[in-house]
């Protein structure tokens, strides 16, 4: 079965954050297909990034969609800031709050595409039961909360199985994949199902962002 190169979203957490605007500039330049954004509230997560003020700096500075993974609890109070700011995915963790099937319809209200994030503990039924409102299944191959982890290998079953789930619903949902991806982590993760990435240090950590990102597409050796 012939299969599409996967979307390169590179995690905005690793970039020098004096720079952003250029930063973005220039990972649009070198080829990444979206914007990951990572935001902390060193409650849910034992860190902090980086709020809708900043999103909102940023969304003149490119025209690449802005994947936003909500690491913060509760999640609802602050949805439509987010979607004030310019971003076009919303993902959160089913953990965050008690009511994840509103959230998502909130977020569709807002005319935003959703999506669920299943940290390394967190079953795929989590993703299953409200799969008829899902556009995006984003797989932690990390704890979240920092950039710079090593990929989490029991998560490649889960990967395949969300694949056979996401197949079954025939609905286009992407499956992304987040935490430890580099040229070496993101073949396994393709053989699995996944289509989408998020890198962080494996983009910004490299010389040649260009290069990087397409090591990771697999276009060229890594
Ligand atoms: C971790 C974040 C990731 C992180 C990935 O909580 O969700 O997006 O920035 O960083 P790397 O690619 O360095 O593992
Ligand atoms: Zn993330």
Redesign the pocket.
């Known amino acids: 079965m012939p299969q599409q190169p996967p979307l390169i979203a590179p ?4 970039a020098d954050f004096a720079r952003l605007g250029e930063e973005v500039a220039a990972i649009e330049k070198a080829g990444a297909d979206w914007l ?1 954004l ?1 935001v ?1 509230d060193g409650h849910f ?1 034992p ?1 902090i990034s980086f709020g809708p003020v900043v999103v909102k700096a940023l969304r003149k500075h490119t025209k690449m969609p802005f994947d936003l ?1 909500l ?1 913060i609890a509760p999640v609802d109070p602050y949805l439509t800031a987010f979607a004030d700011a310019g971003v076009d995915h919303i993902i959160f963790h089913p953990e965050a709050g008690p009511h994840p099937h509103r959230t998502l319809q909130v977020i569709h209200g807002l005319g935003k595409k959703a999506g669920l ?1 299943l940290n390394p503990g967190t079953p795929i039924e989590h993703a299953a039961t409200v799969i008829d409102l899902l556009d995006i299944i ?1 797989v ?10 090593k ?1 989490i290998h029991s998560q490649l079953e889960k990967i395949a199985a969300l694949r056979r789930l996401i197949d079954a619903s025939g609905r286009d949902i992407r499956l992304e994949v ?5 040229p070496h982590t993101a073949p396994a993760c393709i053989a699995a199902g996944a289509d989408t990435f ?8 490299a010389p040649d962002y260009a290069a990087s990102i397409a090591a990771i597409r697999g276009g060229t050796q890594g």
């Open positions: 995690s905005l957490l690793a990951h990572d902390m997560v860190n993974h690491m994030v984003l932690m191959s990390v704890n979240p909360g920092f950039g710079g982890q990929f987040d935490g430890g991806i580099d998020v890198a962080g240090t494996a983009v910004f950590g």
